[in-house]
C-alpha cells in the first residue's frame, strides 16, 4: 500500500530565506504526487503535481517540486519565503491504477518570521 | 467557474444526535470524493463517487455514516449517531474524472460535544 511521510510537522524560516519541506513516499510503481496547501478556515489548494512529464515541476507562488524516484522523494521549495506562505502544506500520492486514490501526508505548519 | 461548494461551514452537536453535510461540485466533475481531516492529521478518503455510483468506501465507518449523490451531482454525508472522535473537518473535492486533479471546498467544521 502507499503511504506518504512528511518529515517535520513544523518548520520555521525567516523571511526571505529557503522553504524546504520534505514528502517521501513509498512506492515500487512511480505514483503521481501532489503538494497541497491549506491556509486556516479553507480547503486545499493545489500547489504543483507530478504525472511522470518533467521530474521538477514549477507550481504556483514561486513554488517547485522535483521528483527523484531514487530517492522515492518529492520534496517542495521555494527560493524565498514571504509571510503568505505561512500556512500547512500536504503531500498526497496516488496510486496510480484503479481508483487513483490520494493518501495523504499528516503534513508540515510552515511559519514564517519576519 | 465556481469551486466546489459546501455547507455548512461550521455545525455543533451532542453526541448520539444526527448530522448531514452537503457537497455541490464543480460542473461537469463526474468524481466525487468525501474526506475526514481530524486535526493534526492529513485528510483521509472516506468515500469516492463516480457519477452516482460508490468506487471506493473502504474506510467509511459504515455502522454510523452514509453518503448518497442521487443524480450524480450533489452529494449528502450524513453522521448518525455521531461520536465525540468525529469531531474533525469533512472536506469536500472533485475531479472531471480519475486521474485528474482533485479540487477541494472550504470543507464543514464539525465538532461533537
Known amino acids: 500500500a502507499q503511504s506518504v511521510t512528511q518529515l517535520g510537522s513544523h518548520v520555521s524560516v525567516s523571511e526571505g530565506a529557503l522553504v524546504l519541506l520534505r514528502c517521501n513516499y513509498s512506492?515500487?510503481?512511480?505514483?503521481?504526487l501532489f503538494w497541497y496547501v491549506q491556509y486556516p478556515n479553507q480547503g486545499l489548494q493545489l500547489l504543483l503535481k507530478?504525472?511522470?512529464?518533467?521530474?521538477l515541476v514549477k507550481g504556483i507562488n514561486g513554488f517547485e517540486a522535483e521528483f527523484k524516484k531514487s530517492e522515492t522523494s518529492f520534496h517542495l521549495t521555494k527560493p524565498s519565503a514571504h509571510m503568505s506562505d505561512a500556512a500547512e502544506y500536504f503531500c498526497?500520492?496516488?496510486?496510480?491504477?484503479?481508483?487513483?486514490?490520494?493518501?495523504f501526508g499528516t503534513g508540515t505548519r510552515l511559519k514564517v518570521l519576519a | 467557474e465556481a469551486g466546489v461548494a459546501q455547507s455548512p461551514r461550521y455545525k455543533i452537536i451532542e453526541k448520539r444526535q444526527s448530522v448531514a453535510f452537503w457537497c455541490n461540485p464543480i460542473?461537469?466533475?463526474?468524481?466525487l470524493y468525501w474526506y475526514q481531516q481530524i486535526l493534526g492529521q492529513g485528510p483521509k478518503l472516506l468515500i469516492q463517487?463516480?457519477?452516482?455510483?460508490?468506487?471506493?468506501d473502504s474506510q467509511l465507518p459504515k455502522d454510523r455514516f452514509s453518503a448518497e449523490r442521487l443524480k450524480g451531482v450533489d452529494s449528502t454525508l450524513k453522521i448518525q449517531p455521531a461520536k465525540l472522535e468525529d469531531s474533525a473537518v469533512y472536506l469536500c473535492?472533485?475531479?472531471?474524472?480519475?486521474?485528474?486533479?482533485?479540487?477541494f471546498g472550504p470543507g464543514t467544521r464539525l465538532l461533537v460535544l
Open positions: 473535492a472533485s475531479s472531471f474524472r480519475v486521474p485528474e486533479t482533485q479540487y
Open positions: 512506492s515500487s510503481v512511480p505514483p503521481y
Open positions: 507530478y504525472t511522470s512529464a518533467a521530474a
Open positions: 498526497a500520492v496516488s496510486e496510480a491504477s484503479g481508483t487513483y486514490k490520494y493518501i
Open positions: 460542473s461537469g466533475h463526474a468524481t
Open positions: 463517487f463516480q457519477n452516482n455510483g460508490v468506487v471506493d
